[in-house]
């Protein structure tokens, strides 16, 4: 079956630095891809859609600047925390979806535990 | 606005039966999935309904109510590795598949 594949699955960084997480899709091509954010016991929060060839599409509220997203290619989508702090530390999931048609699933990565010191 | 509606919590016993529902209020709807999510996972997929009615898959079943915004998760013979969290999500008209989250059910597995 279709897999997308996260990495790193954990980091731990000190506040001021970035931290890039990547993320791919191993069999198929995903021309959009989707970051989330999740909180302890929350349920997934959108962040931004991922656009192959293009400039990804925010959420109201999440800073562009600091939460920096390339789509370089069709198996491949970056975020990246720039300058992270405390309040960054959280679990990143993203997505693509397998197919084109409308009852192709999401397949999601493993997540990446972001922990800033 | 937009809202799905998942009860927080639910218990259940080993081998019984549960039922998790899910309502909706979204414009414009493609379609309702299931996923579960065990606790520190990424989600994982488990079914998805766009037709009304029930999707059997193996323990699992998906039932959906286009008119009345409603879907449950049927679980059957339920087992300790079924504890985990159960999120509904609604695919509205955005072109880009997004999907609209319910917050998930908690089900706890007791022997």
């Known amino acids: 079956g279709a897999v997308v594949s996260q990495h790193p699955s954990r980091v731990i960084c000190k506040s001021g630095t970035s931290v890039k997480i990547e993320c791919r899709s191993l069999?198929?091509?995903?021309?959009?891809m989707f970051w989330y954010r999740q909180f302890p016991k929350k349920s997934l929060m959108l962040m931004a859609t991922s656009n192959e060839g293009s400039k990804a599409t925010y959420e109201q509220g999440v800073e562009k600047d600091k939460f920096l997203i390339n789509h370089a290619s069709l198996t491949l989508s970056t975020l990246t925390v720039t300058s992270a702090h405390p309040e960054d530390s959280s679990f990143y999931i993203c997505?693509?979806?397998?197919?084109?048609?409308?009852?192709?699933?999401?397949?999601f990565g493993n997540g990446t535990r972001l922990t800033v010191t | 606005g937009q809202n799905i509606d998942q009860p927080t919590e639910m218990t259940a016993t080993e081998g019984a039966i549960v039922q998790i529902n899910c309502t909706y209020q979204t414009s414009g709807f493609n379609g309702l999935f299931w996923y579960q999510q065990h606790a520190g996972e990424a989600p994982t997929f488990l079914s998805y309904?766009?037709l009304d009615g029930l999707e059997e898959k193996g323990r699992f079943s998906s039932f959906l109510s286009r008119s009345k915004g409603y879907s449950y998760l049927l679980l059957k013979e339920l087992q300790m590795k079924d504890s985990a969290s159960y999120l509904c999500?609604?695919?509205?008209?955005?072109?880009?598949?997004?999907?609209?989250w319910g917050a998930g059910t908690k089900l706890i597995i007791k022997p």
């Open positions: 309904n766009v």
């Open positions: 069999d198929f091509q995903a021309t959009t």
């Open positions: 997505s693509a979806r397998s197919g084109t048609g409308v009852n192709s699933p999401l397949h």
């Open positions: 999500a609604v695919e509205g008209m955005d072109s880009n598949y997004q999907l609209i």
